[in-house]
Structure formats: structure tokens, C-alpha cells
């Protein structure tokens, strides 16, 4: 029977050098083999005090790689912020000539007295498809993830 001295880790303490690791990696200082074999070293390791080893050779993270972190999980927790800017321009652009094109077809409407035909659904309805489609099959999305210096 192995006896340890020293105080037990808990799940939080191995998930946040799980989690340090990761931005490590992220940054480009570790690669995937050596990511999974700490990764490993601290999920078995049950010494609170042995857990830092595995970030020994490793530079303390600095207050703006946090900031990328709080950056990169409101991004997570936003949907819209995980398009590319020129998708967002897009669907702006998108909902300004859709309102202006109701306005219009509104004052037309209220200024003969009855509805006329609901031209503005031939403007609104195929450029928002075409936007839809573009978003929800990630094409430009996800050539613009490749693309991105690193």
C-alpha cells in the first residue's frame, strides 16, 4: 500500500493546472503529445503540492493572455461574437435595408389606404437565405479561422 505524505488535490486545483496547461498550449508553448502527457501527470498525480511541476519549465501567464481568456470565453458565451466581422457587417446591412424597405412599403400602404402587395419579402427574404446559408454551412467562417496569423 503506497502512503503519501502531504495534502490531496482536489478536482478544482488539477482543473485549473488543466486549465493553465491548455492556455500553454494555445500560446503554442507546448504541443499535443506533451499537452496530453502533463495532462496526464496531473489528473494522476494525488499531492496537492506535486501538481505545480508540471508548469515548472513553463513562464508564468501574464494579466493580457488572462484577458485573451475572458475575451475568448465571451466569445463562447456570445454567438454573434463567434461570426467573423465582415458576417456581423453583413447581417447589419442586411436588417438596416430590411427596416427601410418595411418603413417604405409601411407609408405606401398607409398612404393608399389598404396593404399594398408585400414587395419588401423579394428584398428581405433571398439576401437573408443567401446570409443564413453562408453562416449556418461555415464556409467563409472557417477559412477565415485558417487564415488568421496566429
Given at each position: ?10 478536482d ?7 486549465d ?24 494522476t ?5 506535486d501538481?505545480?511541476?508540471?508548469l ?15 475575451k ?5 458565451r ?9 458576417q ?11 427596416l ?13 389606404g ?7 419579402i423579394?428584398?428581405i427574404g ?25
Open positions: 500500500m503506497d502512503i503519501t505524505t502531504g495534502t490531496r488535490a482536489s478544482a486545483e488539477r482543473a485549473e493546472i488543466a493553465l496547461l491548455g492556455r500553454h498550449l494555445t500560446d503554442g508553448r507546448l504541443d499535443l503529445t506533451e499537452y496530453n502527457e502533463r495532462l496526464t501527470r496531473v489528473y498525480t494525488p499531492i496537492r503540492e501538481l505545480p511541476l508540471v515548472g519549465d513553463l513562464p508564468k501567464l501574464s494579466k493580457t493572455s488572462a484577458a485573451k481568456l475572458t475568448a470565453s465571451a466569445a463562447q456570445n454567438p454573434a461574437a463567434r461570426l467573423p466581422i465582415w456581423r457587417i453583413e447581417g447589419g446591412a442586411w436588417l438596416a435595408v430590411s427601410l424597405n418595411l418603413a417604405i412599403w409601411a407609408v405606401i400602404s398607409l398612404a393608399a389598404e396593404f399594398v402587395y408585400p414587395w419588401p423579394w428584398v433571398p439576401w437573408g437565405a443567401v446570409l443564413v446559408f453562408r453562416i449556418v454551412m461555415g464556409w467563409e467562417s472557417t477559412a477565415w479561422r485558417h487564415a488568421r496569423p496566429r
